[in-house]
């Protein structure tokens, strides 16, 4: 480790962008409609969130606007339903009187409407708000005024003063000229195990008699295979049930052999199943399981076991914990997620939340705060067929599953980018040039950033990225050609070392 030098620098630190994501902040507000009542609704908005007077515009989600060739989900066409006006706040909800009702229901989204914002203050001040805050204009005749003074920003509706960001100011930062920093790149090393004779979909790491063996989901089937420590061999295999398979997952049971859920998509919606391993092979136990089944943590199966609703006319819909009993999967309640989640690609570590949205941007979360949205990512060679989905196309791509890493004993939230080729179709192909892989790094000021790997670059698709708890991490990628016949996929074994 580095010495810290005695020599020391005094720095005067200023920072204007905390005032100004705060006022961002206070005119993003969003919530959601908890209950309906008779003419007023319940939303999820309490004293810290909402002031009695104010108006909130009630959001049905649409339908997923799916690029009729790249299948790149390029956003969605939410509706309007109503609008309400809080009535009566409570510590952590409020009542809310109806203004307008065009089918607003439980589970809508609710969102502050302010029309425009008035400023009072200086020019400077006025286009550094207005860069955040929608519809600014100068004068003081709205509902909403900010005004600028020296020591931050007030916030007044309708005459009264309701929230004051300050803005901070210079401190002395007692700085050494030497520390030792965090790592703020990272390089790959893969090396090369094997070929699939066919398009990996899917893939995890389970725990079978004690020891891990890798599970790889393919298009009709899936196969285990034993991971020694200079090859993989093919230990047992499963034909699926009838649909498309889009995912597969390892659940920690508590005894030596975890079960697998496989994610189906039959007809317009999921009908997902459950494989155990009787004596040496595995067997489906459980059908007809209504969500996609996820795994957000595999420290905590208890807590972060979850299932998302999803068809081909809503797409992904209302998220669930569940609880393993035996062979079965019981619902134990809401569990609460940011708007456009998918399940899909989700991963916890500790208290990050990381997933690829509905728009395909990846979202980086710490409890309810945003640290990192960064658009491009989404999609692999993993398809459903889904009857409408954009107009005559009916195929659906699925994401790939982001995953948790450790590099020298600090855990990484590592992300998969597969980039589109230039062609995006050849023969009704969708066809990927490279597949990336990041890690996400919090630094100390609780800024997160992708740090892009250097080193392998992998052909075409990344199809699942698979850490074992014995410290290995394996990639899949896939590739495909203009005949299925042509579809294949590669292993790799890989490590990641920080570059200093």
Same mark, same amino acid.
């Given at each position: 480790?580095?010495?810290?030098?005695?020599?020391?620098?005094?720095?005067?630190?200023?920072?204007?962008?905390?005032?100004?994501?705060?006022?961002?902040?206070?005119?993003?507000?969003?919530?959601?409609?908890?209950?309906?009542?008779?003419?007023?609704?319940?939303?999820?908005?309490?004293?810290?969130?909402?002031?009695?007077?104010?108006?909130?515009?009630?959001?049905?989600?649409?339908?997923?606007?799916?690029?009729?060739?790249?299948?790149?989900?390029?956003?969605?066409?939410?509706?309007?339903?109503?609008?309400?006006?809080?009535?009566?706040?409570?510590?952590?909800?409020?009542?809310?009187?109806?203004?307008?009702?065009?089918?607003?229901?439980?589970?809508?989204?609710?969102?502050?409407?302010?029309?425009?914002?008035?400023?009072?203050?200086?020019?400077?001040?006025?286009?550094?708000?207005?860069?955040?805050?929608?519809?600014?204009?100068?004068?003081?005749?709205?509902?909403?005024?900010?005004?600028?003074?020296?020591?931050?920003?007030?916030?007044?509706?309708?005459?009264?003063?309701?929230?004051?960001?300050?803005?901070?100011?210079?401190?002395?930062?007692?700085?050494?000229?030497?520390?030792?920093?965090?790592?703020?790149?990272?390089?790959?090393?893969?090396?090369?195990?094997?070929?699939?004779?066919?398009?990996?979909?899917?893939?995890?790491?389970?725990?079978?008699?004690?020891?891990?063996?890798?599970?790889?989901?393919?298009?009709?089937?899936?196969?285990?295979?034993?991971?020694?420590?200079?090859?993989?061999?093919?230990?047992?295999?499963?034909?699926?049930?009838?649909?498309?398979?889009?995912?597969?997952?390892?659940?920690?049971?508590?005894?030596?052999?975890?079960?697998?859920?496989?994610?189906?998509?039959?007809?317009?919606?999921?009908?997902?199943?459950?494989?155990?391993?009787?004596?040496?092979?595995?067997?489906?136990?459980?059908?007809?399981?209504?969500?996609?089944?996820?795994?957000?943590?595999?420290?905590?199966?208890?807590?972060?076991?979850?299932?998302?609703?999803?068809?081909?006319?809503?797409?992904?819909?209302?998220?669930?914990?569940?609880?393993?009993?035996?062979?079965?999967?019981?619902?134990?309640?809401?569990?609460?997620?940011?708007?456009?989640?998918?399940?899909?690609?989700?991963?916890?570590?500790?208290?990050?939340?990381?997933?690829?949205?509905?728009?395909?941007?990846?979202?980086?979360?710490?409890?309810?705060?945003?640290?990192?949205?960064?658009?491009?990512?989404?999609?692999?060679?993993?398809?459903?067929?889904?009857?409408?989905?954009?107009?005559?196309?009916?195929?659906?791509?699925?994401?790939?599953?982001?995953?948790?890493?450790?590099?020298?004993?600090?855990?990484?939230?590592?992300?998969?980018?597969?980039?589109?080729?230039?062609?995006?179709?050849?023969?009704?192909?969708?066809?990927?040039?490279?597949? &990336?892989?990041? /890690?996400? +790094? @919090?630094?100390? $000021?609780?800024?997160?950033?992708?740090?892009?790997? #250097? *080193?392998?670059? !992998? %052909?075409?698709?990344?199809?699942?990225?698979?850490?074992?708890? &014995?410290?290995? /991490?394996? +990639? @899949?990628?896939? $590739?495909?050609?203009?005949?299925?016949?042509?579809? #294949? *996929?590669?292993? !790799? %074994?890989?490590?990641?070392?920080?570059?200093?």
């Amino acid at each position: 480790m580095k010495r810290l030098l005695a020599l020391t620098l005094l720095i005067l630190v200023f920072s204007w962008a905390d005032s100004l994501e705060a006022l961002k902040d206070f005119f993003s507000r969003k919530g959601y409609v908890v209950e309906k009542l008779e003419d007023r609704v319940i939303i999820d908005l309490g004293k810290e969130k909402v002031r009695e007077g104010e108006v909130f515009k009630v959001i049905k989600e649409g339908k997923e606007i799916v690029h009729p060739v790249t299948k790149e989900v390029l956003g969605r066409v939410d509706e309007e339903v109503g609008r309400v006006e809080v009535s009566e706040v409570k510590d952590r909800f409020s009542f809310a009187s109806i203004l307008e009702d065009r089918g607003i229901e439980r589970g809508n989204r609710v969102e502050l409407f302010y029309g425009s914002v008035c400023f009072v203050g200086s020019d400077e001040g006025f286009f550094k708000v207005s860069s955040l805050v929608g519809s600014l204009k100068r004068g003081e005749d709205c509902d909403y005024v900010v005004r600028e003074f020296d020591e931050g920003y007030g916030v007044e509706y309708r005459g009264v003063a309701v929230a004051f960001f300050e803005k901070p100011r210079p401190k002395v930062v007692v700085q050494p000229t030497e520390v030792e920093k965090a790592p703020e790149e990272f390089k790959l090393h893969a090396k090369f195990v094997m070929t699939f004779p066919e398009l990996p979909l899917s893939a995890d790491t389970c725990k079978f008699f004690n020891r891990e063996y890798l599970t790889v989901l393919f298009e009709n089937r899936l196969v285990i295979y034993e991971l020694l420590e200079r090859e993989v061999v093919e230990y047992a295999g499963l034909r699926l049930p009838s649909g498309y398979p889009v995912s597969l997952l390892c659940i920690p049971s508590g005894g030596e052999n975890d079960l697998i859920a496989v994610n189906i998509v039959t007809g317009s919606s999921m009908n997902s199943v459950l494989v155990k391993m009787v004596g040496g092979s595995p067997v489906v136990v459980k059908k007809g399981i209504p969500y996609f089944v996820a795994l957000l943590d595999r420290s905590r199966p208890g807590e972060t076991l979850i299932g998302q609703s999803f068809d081909g006319r809503d797409f992904w819909g209302d998220v669930v914990r569940l609880e393993l009993s035996g062979d079965e999967l019981v619902e134990r309640g809401e569990f609460k997620v940011p708007s456009g989640f998918r399940a899909d690609s989700a991963v916890m570590n500790g208290d990050l939340l990381v997933f690829t949205d509905r728009d395909g941007y990846l979202r980086v979360y710490r409890g309810e705060e945003l640290l990192l949205s960064e658009e491009g990512f989404g999609g692999s060679y993993t398809t459903a067929e889904l009857p409408g989905t954009y107009e005559d196309e009916e195929k659906y791509t699925f994401n790939v599953r982001h995953f948790v890493v450790t590099v020298n004993g600090r855990n990484y939230v590592g992300v998969v980018r597969n980039v589109r080729s230039p062609v995006y179709r050849f023969l009704d192909v969708t066809k990927f040039h490279e597949g &990336e892989l990041s /890690l996400v +790094v @919090i630094d100390d $000021r609780g800024i997160a950033k992708l740090k892009k790997l #250097r *080193g392998k670059k !992998f %052909e075409e698709a990344v199809q699942s990225v698979s850490p074992t708890q &014995e410290g290995r /991490l394996f +990639v @899949i990628t896939g $590739r495909t050609g203009t005949l299925p016949v042509q579809n #294949r *996929g590669d292993l !790799f %074994e890989v490590d990641i070392e920080p570059i200093r």
